[in-house]
């Protein structure tokens, strides 16, 4: 069991549908979706990059460096990050909320098991299958932008939760934690 170093953030939608999000370390994003699977985000840092979501709630981002790391949605408005070092915790999200509350109570731990874990690199090849499960996961689901498990799912609603939330302007109805 890892136990990673825990990162709480809470996330504003704004006026022009982009989100602010500020991390308790105090680091903040401006983030943006750019189609379904794709957020670009910048940051108080000077740094700037794509969040993009493969199938089996693996997430990549990639830096405007070129770097790339891969996370991977545990659920609950929680995502681990490379090898365990870091989970986020959306303190915004029913499911952030929730699992601060199970957490608390002991029924989620706050460690991470070794099959939890992201990749530490993917191919392109392999990249471009989990884009194909990620797809036919959301064709078997309606086609409408969501429903697969590998999306969305548990902590607060499927992926077309998320686009009609994201394009609704109301943030009653942002309960996602965007990509990690």
Do not use: C
Request: hydrophobic share 30%; aromatic share 6%; charged share 30%.
């Amino acid at each position: 069991m890892i136990r990673p170093r825990e990162i709480p953030y809470s996330d504003e939608l704004l006026a022009d549908g982009s989100v602010h999000r500020r991390y308790q370390d105090g680091r903040e994003e401006w983030r943006r979706r750019e189609g379904t699977h794709m957020v670009r985000w910048h940051d108080n840092e000077g740094g700037s990059g794509t969040d993009e979501l493969l199938g089996r709630r693996i997430i990549k981002r990639q830096y405007a460096d070129g770097r790339v790391v891969y996370g991977r949605d545990l659920g609950y408005g929680r995502t681990v990050w490379g090898q365990g070092e870091s989970v986020m915790v959306n303190r915004t999200s029913f499911g952030g909320r929730m699992g601060a509350v199970l957490g608390g109570l002991g029924l989620v731990a706050l460690t991470v098991t070794a099959a939890q874990l992201p990749p530490e690199a993917l191919s392109v090849e392999e990249e471009e299958e989990l884009r194909r499960q990620q797809a036919a996961a959301q064709n078997s689901s309606g086609g409408d932008g969501g429903g697969s498990s590998d999306g969305g799912g548990e902590d607060g609603g499927d992926l077309s939760d998320l686009d009609d939330a994201w394009r609704s302007g109301d943030d009653g109805g942002w309960s996602d934690d965007d990509f990690g």
